[in-house]
């Protein structure tokens, strides 16, 4: 399964991310969780310690991987591979941590949006490479303008999930981001709420989305929250959020058999 992740900055799409990664790996699945925004954080919801995270370099910074792997500036001007080897990196540069493999993408900064440099072109190809050619759950928690998918890769998504908490500004930004998937032709776009406080902020969400496409719910909980406030890895710590969890994952598993 093929699992995006989007939401406003701070609804806790990270934290579910963090939570889905660690709880299908639980279960014997191989799982690569990749952290495409470019605020990354999904280490620590994941629980790798700091100091190992410390040795993970983002994929669009490695110029010297992208040069060697495009064969820009080997004598071609600049021509280079559009479609350069990858199939070994996700191994050789990946953080593994209790059954997770963790790969950081990061974002190239370029001034237009045309641009066909050799950090972008590695950095799609071996996006296409995690979606198209790999068996692996991939869950990936992306930035709320899901800019590392293309119509190329799009159709590789299984779903996609927007994490949304009870608030207008919340509810703006899920809008924009279905609308972003439909431009690519994501199909299975759910929603996720989040810091759920009270009966009131699920009507809340009801009201403003698709109910069909509620997929559940991750209640406001102290135990995340200290969690986030400690670098810990929530699923190490436990607690109600888990039944929540499973009912999320349970209705995934259908949405796939659906598929």
């Known amino acids: 399964m093929k699992i995006a992740i989007a ?5 806790g799409k990270t934290t579910l991310a963090g939570l889905l990664a660690r709880s299908y790996a639980a279960q014997g699945k191989p799982v690569l969780a990749i952290d495409a925004d470019p605020d990354a954080n999904l280490a620590s ?5 700091a100091e190992r995270y410390a040795l993970l370099q983002p994929f669009s910074r490695m110029k010297a991987l992208a040069t060697e792997r ?3 500036g080997a004598g071609y001007g600049s021509l280079f591979i559009l479609n350069p080897k990858v199939d070994d990196l996700p191994d050789a540069y990946c953080v593994q941590h209790a059954g997770v493999r963790l790969l950081l993408m990061g974002t190239v900064e ?10 972008h072109t590695l950095l799609r190809r071996l996006m296409s490479h995690l979606l198209l050619e790999r068996e692996d759950v991939v869950i990936m928690d992306m930035e709320a303008g899901i800019e590392h998918l293309g119509r190329s890769t799009a159709e590789a998504v299984d779903v996609l999930i927007v994490v949304v908490e009870p608030g207008q500004r919340s509810i703006q930004t899920a809008r924009q981001i279905g609308a972003l998937a439909a431009d690519i032709g994501i199909d299975n776009v759910v929603y996720v709420g989040s810091k759920i406080a009270k009966p009131s902020d699920k009507a809340f969400l009801a009201s403003a ?33 888990m039944a929540e969890l499973a009912v999320i994952e349970q209705r995934l598993a259908a949405l796939n058999q659906g598929a």
Request: proline fraction near 5%; charged fraction near 10%; glycine fraction near 22%.
């Open 209 to 241: 989305l698709n109910t069909a496409q509620l997929l559940g719910y991750l209640s406001l909980n102290d135990t995340i929250r200290d969690a986030d406030l400690s670098g810990s890895a929530p699923y190490d710590l436990g607690g109600a959020f």
């Open 70 to 72: 495009t064969g820009a």
């Open 110 to 119: 370029h001034g237009g949006t045309g641009c066909v440099c050799p950090e």
């Open 7 to 11: 939401g406003k900055g701070g609804v």
């Open 45 to 49: 919801a994941i629980g790798i310690p």
